[in-house]
């Protein structure tokens, strides 16, 4: 790919225009806002926006859509670290150290590290954005039905990183999460399956009900075992903000590595933040030298997670840019956006129209660094949520999360969806069963399920899985993945 | 070669070790009261499980797809059941001692269901401030003040839902009676 530096500064030069800025904060603004309600995400803000972008230039209109985008990616790890809420299903793999630490009085550390991570992971995939997007793009064309199984299969084997001490539990957790997704219309035949009957099951089992079940209603759950006085609620301290420089070193390769398996996840369609976040985190865990301290607030796991989230944004737009076929439901929200200004995405789109190309990868860029200072400007204030009584919390929240949760397909199925999931997090985490891989089944079952049953059917064998090169190499990683786990395991245990 | 030889003699070390552990840890007193808990879910597990595998059989087959959308359901389940027979029969799934389940959570749990059931009955506007409310007092011990605090909490709340979610976005609760 060559550089037309001329481009790349007229480009430069527009996104610098004081309008184009102000849009850039005010869309990272309202994406951060939408990102730490429950319920909404970026998809929804974006689409939102689409309309009101009609009147503006390709190059505003993009730019306020592209901020809204990063926003709504980073809000999520607000309330996932401080209530254990996560905003989207993709900062759910944050709260698994970014709570603990919140109760260890580190929140603003646990916040400072993931704001500086979403900064690391816009930017490391943006530069992959630039530099690599026609060969990443290429390489996402090779994966067929037995590369996706493989794929699933290897994320599937974070689960032996993310379960602790005890392997079986979260093999029945998964499969539980697995069987939960099975619910509803199947992915290949399109027909009602575990519906009993009931028109609103059809519909299937909702990922963000399930999460916000699982996490903050089973946290509801739990908090009210005991009545609360005024004088009785618990002050959280918060530490330090800004995360140290020795930190920062420290995480270096952390940010490097989650930034690259964000950025590759972000590549393959369908797979999104959530799949990320959970691959990034067991490799962090599975890297660690104190793996031990990962899910008791360990703050390479917090890092992990929010890099390679916001590093799917690059990956997304890797393949809805260079090939135009959206990667998660924002980018296919955001090619709408670019159609709707005469734009077609694809190759053409480098040759016609390079300069609105480089305006989304300075907009990225833009976005990703004003988001980072709109939040350590504004976290002292966020972080005072925790110290909020829960007794005047969790009505809110419960409020909202209804609301939320209600609003995703205006069904009241989703809502007792979310009731059930909480009672169900509760009961399996008194009996100490690891809740994030129930999570990873639901994500992947759906993948994994239509994947196998499309290559069975189009290659009459398993052959493939072992026959293509990338297949058996994700194969492989898998069972590396999987032995690397169970040695740290024992040598957890060992220490102990 | 050398590699895979070294895996597999590591893995029968690493199976022995994990076998030697458990019966060892069968000594435990703590892990006993654990043992139970692992087998009554895996027992729970089994249930339900077989009730879901027995439902696959009526899932509707096409003789065009040789796996059909039971396949999977029924992969699941067997590993389901193979992971719930060994939490029965093994036990001492870990060292860890779990809580029990409180009676204020599953009080909670049911006034939540009820609260789902009534919801297009009642309406959201009118359910959820007085669900709130309750659910605000519950929280605290029960005075004058409370009830106050709770009564602005679950309107405010229900007020700042009405703003986002209809006024923002357009989004239209159940209206229940207000219909």
């Not at chain 1, 992959?128 to 090779?142: E, G, M, N, Q, V």
């Not at chain 2, 019966?23 to 077989?50: A, C, P, V, Y």
Request: aromatic share 12%; with cysteine.
């Amino acid at each position: 790919m060559s550089f037309d530096y001329s481009i790349i500064l007229s480009s430069l030069q527009n996104v610098l225009q004081l309008q184009i800025l102000l849009f850039l904060t005010i869309g990272v603004i309202g994406g951060l806002l939408v990102g730490i309600t429950p319920g909404l995400g970026p998809t929804l803000a974006v689409a939102l926006l689409i309309p009101i972008t009609y009147t503006m230039t390709p190059e505003v209109g993009l730019s306020l859509l592209i901020a809204v985008y990063v926003g709504g990616m980073s809000g999520g790890f607000v309330t996932a670290i401080l209530i254990r809420m996560p905003g989207t299903p993709a900062s759910m793999a944050t709260l698994l150290d970014g709570f603990p630490m919140t109760q260890k009085g580190q929140a603003g550390k646990a916040i400072g590290n993931a704001i500086v991570a979403n900064f690391a992971g816009t930017v490391i995939s943006g530069v992959c954005l630039i530099t690599f997007a026609p060969i990443l793009a290429s390489f996402a064309l090779r994966f067929h039905f037995a590369e996706y199984t493989a794929v699933c299969i290897f994320a599937l084997t974070t689960v032996a990183a993310i379960t602790g001490s005890t392997p079986s539990r979260g093999i029945i957790t998964a499969v539980l999460g697995m069987l939960a997704a099975t619910v509803g219309l199947t992915p290949v035949d399109g027909l009602p399956r575990f519906s009993f009957g009931i028109p609103s099951m059809e519909g299937g089992i909702g990922l963000l009900p399930a999460l916000i079940g699982l996490f903050a209603i089973s946290q509801m759950l739990k908090d009210s075992n005991r009545q609360m006085s005024s004088s009785q609620h618990d002050i959280v301290a918060m530490g330090g903000i800004l995360p140290k420089r020795k930190e920062i070193k420290r995480n270096l390769f952390n940010y490097f590595r989650s930034g690259l398996i964000g950025t590759w996840v972000g590549v393959m369609p369908a797979m999104g933040g959530g799949p990320a976040a959970l691959i990034s985190y067991a490799q962090a865990r599975n890297a660690s030298k104190a793996p031990e301290k990962f899910g008791k607030g360990a703050v390479e796991g917090v890092i992990a997670s929010e890099t390679a989230n916001n590093a799917t944004i690059g990956g997304g737009l890797i393949i809805a840019l260079t090939l135009g076929i959206p990667g998660d439901p924002t980018s296919a929200v955001l090619l709408g956006g670019l159609m709707i200004h005469g734009l077609q995405p694809g190759p053409q789109l480098f040759i016609n129209n390079p300069e609105v190309l480089y305006g989304i990868y300075f907009s990225l860029f833009f976005s990703s660094f004003i988001m980072m200072l709109v939040l350590f400007l504004s976290v002292r204030y966020l972080v005072k949520v925790v110290n909020i009584p829960k007794y005047y919390m969790q009505p809110i929240l419960l409020i909202l999360c209804v609301a939320g949760v209600y609003s995703l397909n205006n069904r009241i199925f989703d809502v007792g969806v979310m009731f059930a999931f909480g009672l169900m997090g509760y009961v399996l985490e008194r009996f100490r069963y690891p809740l994030p891989p129930l999570v990873l089944g639901i994500v992947l079952g759906p993948l994994l399920e239509a994947n196998f049953r499309k290559m069975l059917a189009s290659e009459g064998s398993l052959l493939p899985l072992v026959q293509r090169p990338i297949s058996l190499t994700f194969l492989v990683l898998a069972v590396v993945s999987l032995i690397w786990a169970h040695r740290l395991r024992k040598a957890t245990m060992l220490k102990k | 070669m050398r590699l895979f030889l070294y895996l597999q003699i590591h893995f029968e070390i690493t199976v022995v070790n994990v076998f030697m552990e458990n019966s060892n840890s069968k000594k435990d007193s703590d892990e006993l009261k654990e043992t139970n808990q692992d087998r009554w879910l895996g027992i729970f597990l089994l249930l339900i499980g077989g009730g879901l595998f027995w439902r696959t059989f009526y899932f509707r087959t096409f003789d065009w797809d040789t796996l059909g959308m039971a396949f999977w359901p029924r992969v699941l389940l067997a590993i389901l059941a193979l992971c719930s027979v060994a939490h029965i029969i093994k036990g001492n799934i870990g060292n860890d001692v779990s809580e029990p389940i409180q009676k204020r959570g599953i009080i909670l749990f049911f006034g939540a269901i009820s609260y789902v059931f009534l919801l297009d009955i009642v309406g959201f506007y009118l359910l959820t401030p007085i669900a709130a409310c309750f659910y605000s007092i519950w929280l605290r011990p029960f005075n004058k003040h409370t009830v106050i605090t709770a009564f602005i909490l679950a309107v405010g709340g229900t007020f700042v839902a009405y703003l986002i979610f209809e006024l923002g976005m357009g989004v239209y609760m159940p209206r229940g009676i207000f219909e």
